[in-house]
C-alpha cells in the first residue's frame, strides 16, 4: 500500500500537488526501483476522479487504501474503499479499479472475459473480472474477510468513458463484486458507494483489515486433487485469467474448426505457471476433453501422480513425462499441457532407447505434433541441466516451420516468495542473471532475507521456525557427492562442512529409514534433515529455505566466479575425456541452479556459503537492521 488516509485527505493533497510525488516516493522506497512513466500518469488522472465521486458522494471520513497490495502476491488493487455499511453498521469495503480508457470492447477472437484497448497490443482481462478476482483472493486469504465475505464489493469505474465506448464489456455476469461504471453513469456510481458505505468514519474498518491475519498461500500440492477435480481452491489474477482464458478459447476454436495452434506461457518463480496449468488441466477433465499434463521432472510429476490421485487412482495417468510421447499418434490429445517446459530437452531418445524406437524427431517436435493445442509453461532462467532446450524463440520458430499460430502470454505478478517482486529482482541481479551484479537488499515486508554464518546456525533456526508452524528445507548446490547407501544402514551423511554432516535427500522411489522417496522430499515432513538438490527442489515451494552456496560459485574481488571442477553433478563434469558441457555455459547453469534453490521459500530465505569471502559479500548487502538483529549466528 502507498498511501492510506481519508477521501478527503486525499483531495486536499491533490489540490496541493503533492499526492503524486508522494506515490513515487512510496513506490521507489516499497518496490526498489521507480515507477513508470504510465503508472505515474494513471495515478495524477484517476486519482482526482476517484476524489471527487467520494466528496461529492458524502464520503469524506471513509478511508482511501491506494495501491492496496494483496496478500502473497505482488498484485495491487487501485484503491480499497474502507467504511461502515449505512444498514447494518459493519465495516464495510468497496474494490475499486480505475481505467483511464476511453474505449474498450470485447475480444471478437475469444469473449467478454477478455476484451480489447487502443494502445495494447494484446487482449486485456475486463475490468469487471479483474475486480471481482481481486475481491475473491482478499476473501480468501484475509482473515477479516475469510469470515465475513459479505463485506467486501468490487466495482470498475472508467471515468474517461462513455456507455458507447464500453460497450459490451457488460456482457460478462454482474454480481456485488463485479461492477462497471462510465462517465455517462457518475451519478449510478455516487449512489452505488453510498448504498455500501456510510458518511462516517472509514478508520476502524481500516485498522480491521490490515491487521487481520493473513492465511498463507494455498500449496500447490495439497490442494491439486480438489482443484483437478472441482477448481474453486485457486483464484487465478489478471494475466493468470488471461493465459487460462486464452487456452480454453484456443481448444474451443480447434475443436470447432479442427486445427492447431499452441500456447506459450511464460513467468518467473511464484508467477502461477503451475496453478493455471492445474486449473486448465481440471477444466478439460470435467469437459471430457482428452488432456494431459506432463513434465520433465521426475520428482514433480511423481509428486502430483501421488497427491492428485490419492482418491481417484485414474488421475495419476494424466501426469506424464515429456518422452512419453515418442510413439503417440498425431493428434490424439486435444490438449497437452506442458510445465516446466524449459526442461524440454533435444531428443526423448536416450542410451537406453532401443534402435526401432529412435524417431530421429526433436522433444519439442513431439510434444506439439501429440495434442491439437499444446500448452508450454516455462522460464528461460530455470534451465539448469545442459541440453535443456525449452525457450519462447525455439517453440515459435517450431510453430513457424508447421505454419501454426503461436500464442504468447506473459506472467508478471509474483506469488512465490511473499508476493515480492524486489526479492526475486534481488536474487537475478545477485547472480548477474541481468545486470552488472549484486544490490543492497532493502526489507520490502514481503520477504525475509538472512545470511548464516555456519550451516548449524542454518539449520537450528529453520527447525525453530518449523516448531512454529512452517515448513522448512534446506538445499545446495550439487558440490559433494552422491553415493548411495548400503542395504540396512541410513543415508549416507556426504554433505560434509566442517563437523556438521548430513545426506542428500534419497535418491529412488523408496524411503529409507524414515527419509521420504526423492519425489517427496520438499512435500513430506520428514524431508527437513536431508539436503536437497535443484532436481528436486525445482517446481516446489515451502515457507522457509535454506540454501547452501558451495564452492561451484564464489565471490572473488568483484565478481563471480565458477569452478565446474568444484562441481559433483554429472551433467555438468567431464566423462571420458570429453567435455559434456561447453565452458561457456557453465556459468550460466550454475546461476540458474542458485536461482532455483534461491527462490523456493514463499516467507523468507537463509543462505550460507562455504567460502569466508562470499559470506562477507553476502552479509554486506544485508539491510543494516537485518545485519544487527539477525538472530541466524553460529552456535
Partial sequence: MLLRDSATAVAARLLEGSLPLHLVEQFTHV??????????????????????????????????????GLPLTSKRADAVLAGVHPKTGEPSYVVVELKQWSEAHPDDDIDPLLCRVDGYPRPVLNPIEQVRGYCDYLVAFNGALAQH??????????????????????????????RLFTADRRGEFLTYLQTKLAPASGA?????????????SKQLLSVAAQE?????????LDEQRIAYETVLKAVTRARASDHKEIVVITGGPGTGKSVIALSVLGEMYRRGVPALHATGSQSFTKTMRKVAGARKPEVRELFKYFNSFGAAERNSLDVLVCDEAHRIRETSASRFTPAAQRTGKRQLEEL?????????LLDQHQTVRPGETGTVEEIEAAAAQKDLRCRVVALDSQFRCGGSDAYLRWVVHLLALENNGPEPWEPDGRMELEVADSPSAMEDFLRKKQEKGYTARISAGFCWPWSDPKPGEPLP??????????????????????APPSALWATDPAGFGQIGCVYTAQGFEYDWSGVIMGPDLVWREDAWVTDRTASKDPALTKRTGKIVTP???ISRLIRNTYKVLLTRGMVGTVIYSTDSETRAKLRSLLHPEVRATSSVQPV
Avoid at 459490451?168 to 456485488?176: C, F, I, Q, R
Avoid at 476502524?204 to 498463507?216: F, Q
Fill in 583 to 585: 565452458e561457456k555455459d
Fill in 228 to 236: 483437478v477435480r472441482e477448481r474453486e481452491q485457486f483464484v487465478l
Fill in 368 to 376: 506439439i505434433d501429440v495434442a491439437r493445442v499444446p500448452v508450454f
Fill in 493 to 514: 551423511a556426504d554433505v560434509r562442512i566442517g563437523d556438521w554432516l548430513r545426506p542428500w535427500n534419497v535418491k529412488g522411489d523408496r524411503s529409507i529409514m524414515g
Fill in 31 to 68: 518496490h526498489g526501483h521507480r515507477p513508470g512513466a504510465s503508472e505515474v500518469r494513471s495515478w495524477a488522472r484517476s486519482l482526482p476522479a476517484l476524489a471527487n465521486v467520494l466528496l461529492d458522494a458524502g464520503l469524506g471520513q471513509v478511508e482511501v487504501l491506494i495501491e492496496f
Fill in 204 to 216: 476502524a474498518a481500516a485498522d480491521e483489515l490490515l491487521v487481520a491475519k493473513v492465511e498463507p
Fill in 149 to 178: 465475505p459479505e463485506r467486501i464489493y468490487g466495482a470498475a469505474y472508467l471515468h474517461n468513458a462513455t456507455e458507447f465506448g464500453a460497450s459490451g464489456l457488460a456482457e460478462v455476469p454482474l454480481d456485488e463484486r463485479g
